[in-house]
């Protein structure tokens, strides 16, 4: 079962523009995941927001978190060709220690 | 530092056939996992381990899969009699456990099932 739902499902920007996700979530949580995935690979991962951050940065990347709403944006700023790809938020419940993958937004930088 | 090896890539069999995935883990990461992921979705956890210890198999469908982790590094995924439904890709990742909680992915192994 997915807990996380990402939207939008499919995302086309130019190179150079943001690109933004978000992620709802059912239940409550410990931390929340972001991943990649390049077309027929493995799954990278990109950054972790436990559930007492409202912020985190990582390079390019902005994670925002709001347990209140459950739900979280990926920013990816100055987007580039190689930015494109799948990206999946994954979520941590308080409940256990299972990691639980949303259905993932497919992005596609244009150069 | 090698990351996380499966086997084989790809797979094609008829359905009814039994097929195997292997997977080793990076050196040193304790919980390893098996996902599911159809196409166009996100992963779907089958089973984690810690160490040898199955811990989570709530989602693996225990009539035709089963997995085993021997000494608590390699582990095996196995189909028997494969079906139509079960072509996906089968995604390995381990990880450090509490202490370091990001998932490490191989590349997967995809099979078709005709």
């Known amino acids: 079962s997915q807990q996380g739902e990402e939207d939008p499902q499919a995302l086309s920007i130019q190179e150079g523009e943001n690109a933004t996700m978000n992620c709802s979530y059912k239940t409550s949580i410990n931390n929340l995941q972001w991943y990649r995935q390049n077309s027929g690979r493995g799954l990278v991962h990109l950054i972790l927001?436990?559930?007492?951050?409202r912020e985190k940065h990582s390079g390019r990347l902005r994670v925002t978190l709001d347990t209140s709403k459950k739900s979280s944006s990926l920013l990816i700023t100055a987007s580039r060709a190689a930015d494109t790809a799948s990206y999946f938020c994954?979520?941590?419940?308080?409940?256990?220690?299972?990691?639980?993958f949303g259905e993932g937004t497919q992005l596609t930088v244009n150069p | 530092e090698a990351g996380v090896v499966q086997s084989p890539r790809y797979k094609i069999i008829e359905k009814k056939q039994p097929v195997a995935f292997w997977c080793n883990p990076i050196s040193g990461h304790n919980t390893l996992y098996w996902y599911r992921q159809n196409l166009g979705q996100g992963p779907e956890l089958l089973i984690r381990y810690e160490n040898e210890e199955a811990v989570d198999d709530s989602q693996l469908p225990k009539d035709r899969f089963s997995a085993e982790r021997l000494k608590g590094v390699d582990s095996t995924l196995k189909i028997q009699p494969a079906e139509l439904g079960d072509s996906a890709v089968y995604l390995c990742?381990?990880?450090?456990?509490?202490?370091?909680?990001?998932?490490?992915f191989g590349e997967g192994s995809r099979l078709t099932v005709l």
């Open positions: 994954a979520t941590k419940e308080t409940s256990g220690s299972r990691l639980t």
């Open positions: 927001i436990r559930s007492n951050e």
């Open positions: 990742a381990s990880s450090f456990g509490q202490a370091r909680e990001e998932l490490f």
